[in-house]
């Protein structure tokens, strides 16, 4: 089941607040998630597979570790795996919902308090649940309309660092950023942080697209959690993120000193996003995927392309994603009358989704802004050919010069027609798309480079010399 990142969350904040319930309502929705939290288990702590001789001993932290969730819990499992094949030691310090880890990758886990969960978001805990000060902390920021889960998570993972400093050689915290984290750098930990882009960016979207003075307000609110974000990041000594783009932001958004950032591109787990024998192509077939239903991924424009689109040809989209009912993406299926072609699909395996990718004749990356985007290199690990557009880091993934894909301008339904119906009039042109995406991705965005580069960016904090020059996209 789909699982919520930032993003998502604020919009389910907006909507399930503007659903009036009467009081009987929400005193059985609150038993029931009182019941439901009594039978959830916290996972068992796994130990790491121990540390080569002269590799690192990480501590990698990660606030939700879901892959589900979003990008954050797919770096998390794929970079773990490499790193441990590659002699690292690697345990992962992850909140709710739980991350998929690979054999050898330790695993302790920091319960909270899920306030986001399905199927009970933004819920009301029983007092039986609340343990600490951040646990109560966390709970006051949801009822004053914030996202506390980075500040919670960096107190509770705090305390349970606090005694082990003989057991890692480093933190790698993945974009969690919350003050607790930077008080254990302060202490002495060496401390290597990914940002994957800066969330102002979403914040900024957001607030575009907020059509009142009441939902304006409430976005601020929402994105409170970056005042604390952009203090630490300052204070930090080595930052990576995963695009030249994403390097460029984060300084002219966050203040971060370009001397302290370097680039190390993400993966894609090149062996399961593949071309598959057995799976044939689909005529018409388009597919788009997205982890949230927000502005930011533009799958509103990329409707309306479809319903112009259906005009001159058969088609159909299929949406690896779920949409909210009665969300924008919905509402939009249904104002379009898109209902019969646009089908949606959550929850698979990654073998397949590899293999719906392979049903398509053209993947669709519509996004406003990416700090990279793993949807694109799955595409063109399976020899897809892309249509992307320019937000952000997507001409850097893709290739500027259109190597694996056609770029057009976010926001540009028209833009998205007349690539779209050049891809699919163009048997060749997909064809040589396809096998340059997958080549690229062979040559730049596998986990193994990932890893290597995050190794790379180890050594230079433990022996304090200056980061790892970016890795080159071209």
């Known amino acids: 089941m789909p699982l919520r990142g930032i993003g998502e969350n604020e919009r389910s904040r907006r909507e399930s607040w503007t659903v009036p319930q009467t009081i009987r309502q929400t005193i059985a929705s609150t038993r029931e998630s009182w019941a439901r939290s009594k039978t959830l288990e916290i996972p068992a702590r796994v130990a790491a597979r121990p540390a080569e001789a002269g590799k690192t001993r990480v501590a990698f932290l990660v ?30 310090f992850s909140g709710p919902p739980w991350p998929v880890l690979d054999e050898g990758v330790g695993f302790t886990p920091v319960p909270g308090l899920d306030l986001y969960r399905d199927p009970d978001p933004f819920r009301w805990p029983s007092p039986r649940e609340f343990h600490s000060l951040a646990d109560l902390g966390e709970f006051l920021i949801m009822l004053s309309g914030g996202f506390g889960e980075p500040w919670a998570f960096a107190r509770r993972v705090r ?19 919350g003050t607790g984290v930077y008080s254990l750098h302060r202490r002495g930990w060496p401390l290597l942080e990914t940002l994957h882009h800066p969330i102002t960016v979403d914040r900024a979207i ?3 697209h907020a059509t009142s003075w009441a939902q304006r307000y409430s976005t601020r609110r929402w994105y409170g959690f970056l005042r604390m974000q952009v203090r630490v990041v300052r204070r930090l000594g080595a930052v990576v993120t995963v695009s030249h783009n994403s390097k ?15 680039v190390v591109p993400v993966g894609v787990d090149h062996e399961v996003f593949k071309p598959y024998p057995d799976v044939a192509k689909r005529p018409g077939r388009l597919m788009v995927t997205t982890s949230s239903d927000v502005p930011m991924k533009g799958l509103v424009p990329l409707l309306e392309a479809l319903a112009k689109l259906r005009t001159e040809r058969d088609i159909d989209l299929v949406v690896i994603g779920r949409p909210k009912p009665e969300g924008r993406v919905a509402r939009s299926i249904e104002r379009l009358g898109l209902g019969d072609i646009v089908t949606t699909v959550s929850g698979v395996s990654d073998e397949d989704l590899a293999r719906l ?7 669709i990356v519509p996004s406003l802004y990416e700090g990279f985007s793993l949807p694109a290199i799955e595409a063109m690990s399976c020899a897809v050919p892309v249509v992307a557009t320019t937000g952000g880091a997507l001409p850097e993934v893709v290739g500027t010069g259109g190597e694996a894909g056609l770029l057009v301008e976010p926001n540009d339904p028209d833009a998205l027609v007349a690539a779209i119906r050049t891809l699919l009039d163009d048997a060749p042109l997909r064809a040589r798309l396809g096998a340059a995406g997958r080549e690229r991705v062979m040559r730049r965005f596998t986990w193994e480079v990932t890893a290597r580069g995050s190794a790379a960016c180890y050594d230079a904090v433990l022996h304090g010399t200056a980061l790892p020059e970016s890795v080159d996209f071209t």
């Open 206 to 208: 957001a607030l575009d």
């Open 248 to 262: 460029a932001d984060i300084h002219a958004q966050m203040g971060v000193p370009l001397e302290r950032l370097t």
């Open 159 to 177: 305390a349970l660092l606090g005694p082990r400093r003989g057991d890692f050689d480093i933190i790698h915290d993945n974009q969690c950023l």
């Open 357 to 363: 990718y392979g049903e398509a004749q053209v993947a």
């Open 63 to 92: 606030y939700r570790g879901n892959p589900q969730c979003g990008g954050q819990g797919v770096y998390t499992r794929h970079l773990t795996r490499e790193l441990v094949r590659l002699g690292h030691s690697v345990e992962v």
